[in-house]
């Protein structure tokens, strides 16, 4: 059918739903239609549809339609345009009926207006205020359905993280739960539909799943069975979580660009690097290899429109500060990571301050854990401050309560 549809002397259109594609069909214009506006083209398709005289993406205008149309406008950029609907027009279907009053001549000649007013805009990312503002469907930013959201409820409201944003995640010390936090945090998001891929410096694949069974089944990370791993593999049905770890690559410059290569051919939706100065940190010019690959994670985010979370180390403390909070300064590394960065998150738990040697603790740490928004552009409605529970034998981190171990599952 795309074979067919497809002309290279002629422009295709690409619609969001069959009806949107009889109409321009009815009118003799070629077009094609995507299932939905989540739908990711896959690459072969791509390579199809360029083989067009030119694209033009004529999806709904609502926030989801609009979104996945700019999305669209660029991954194919080259010869691709985007139509922008009149005010109070969804779709060309209504565009027809409302607009065009039935007629399909007029629908030729008005679309035609459209598409010369679409080729003035030849690029994306280069905007209209008035237009942009005259089209803007969502401006509560808060319930916008593509941002990060947190699996516990004080987290969530800290900031509003949108794609095209890039988050660093750190802690006071060293082992507090930076990838555990960062693993409960992308794997809510992969349930909620996004594709994650999470890339993983120190953690192998059997290290990494064996933290995502605990948390998902609830048992001891240190007593997992095989039967554990199937019964945790159905609970993630119709989970797109991808996890990459090559131990051959030791720089960053590779590691992005094997990460880069996966966002293209997965489509992907959350990018999470743990962590960057496994790859920056003792190179005789770490700062300024730190600070350009932040800036080319920036880049990827907003090319790709990724929610990009970095992990972070801190810096090494004076013997006087060990143990206490972070200030945004206290970021290992370049000015850079906490400048590019769109929120900071800081975690600090404790020292065990209580030793009994009959019962000596499991991990050196309190298992209450304080997280703190260091720094953000854009923030949300509640606090900068609040408090988890860190579980340590199940690998992940669950709201305060004065329950030893809460009931549920926090995803």
Same mark, same amino acid.
């Given at each position: ?72 406008? *660029?991954?194919?950029?080259? *010869?691709?345009? %985007? ?30 207006? +459209? ?15 008035? /237009? ?24 969530? #409201? ?11 995640? &750190?802690?006071?010390? &060293? ?22 891929? *999470? ?25 997992? #069975? ?18 990459? *770890? ?19 051919? +997965? ?22 290899? /730190? ?28 013997? /006087? ?69 860190? %579980? ?6 669950? /709201? ?12």
């Amino acid at each position: 059918m795309l074979k067919e549809t497809v002309d290279p002397l002629a422009p295709v259109f690409l619609t969001e739903g069959e009806f949107d594609t009889l109409i321009f069909e009815q009118a003799n214009m070629r077009a094609v239609s995507l299932p939905s506006a989540t739908y990711k083209i896959p690459p072969k398709l791509k390579d199809r549809l360029i083989e067009a005289d030119y694209i033009v993406l004529a999806g709904d205008s609502d926030q989801v339609g609009s979104e996945c149309m700019n999305r669209l406008w *660029n991954d194919f950029q080259q *010869n691709t345009y %985007l139509l922008i609907w009149p005010p109070g027009i969804k779709d060309a279907n209504q565009f027809y009926l409302d607009f065009c009053k039935r007629s399909v001549e007029k629908f030729k000649i008005e679309i035609q207006r +459209l598409v010369e007013e679409a080729k003035s805009t030849p690029i994306p990312f280069i905007h209209s205020l008035q /237009e942009s503002l005259m089209t803007m469907t969502q401006t509560n930013l808060a319930d916008h359905p593509k941002r990060l959201r947190a699996p516990w409820k004080q987290v969530d #409201t800290m900031a509003i993280l949108l794609p095209g944003s890039v988050t660093v995640i &750190t802690t006071t010390n &060293t082992k507090q739960g930076k990838t555990c936090f960062t693993k409960d945090l992308t794997l809510h998001n992969a349930f909620r539909g996004d594709i994650v891929l *999470n890339y993983g410096a120190e953690l192998s694949i059997d290290e990494f799943k064996n933290m995502i069974a605990a948390g998902l089944l609830r048992k001891d990370r240190n007593h997992l #069975t095989a039967k554990d791993g199937q019964e945790a593999a159905k609970l993630l049905a119709g989970v797109k979580y991808y996890y990459g *770890n090559n131990p051959t690559l030791t720089t960053i410059g590779p590691v992005l660009d094997l990460m880069e290569s996966a966002v293209r051919r +997965l489509s992907v939706d959350v990018l999470v690097l743990d962590h960057i100065h496994f790859y920056t940190s003792g190179s005789k010019d770490s700062t300024t290899i /730190e600070s350009e690959a932040m800036q080319r994670l920036k880049l990827m985010a907003g090319k790709y429109q990724l929610k990009v979370i970095v992990v972070a180390q801190p810096r090494k403390s004076k013997q /006087e500060n060990k143990g206490k909070e972070l200030h945004v300064t206290d970021v290992k590394g370049s000015e850079a990571l906490a400048s590019s960065a769109d929120a900071i998150f800081s975690l600090h738990r404790d020292y065990v301050k209580i030793m009994d040697p009959e019962n000596p603790p499991s991990d050196a740490y309190e298992p209450r854990t304080q997280v703190k928004l260091l720094g953000v552009r854009s923030k949300g409605d509640g606090p900068a401050f609040c408090e988890l529970m860190f %579980l340590g034998k199940y690998a992940s981190f669950v /709201e305060f309560t004065h329950q030893e171990e809460p009931l549920g599952n926090v995803f």
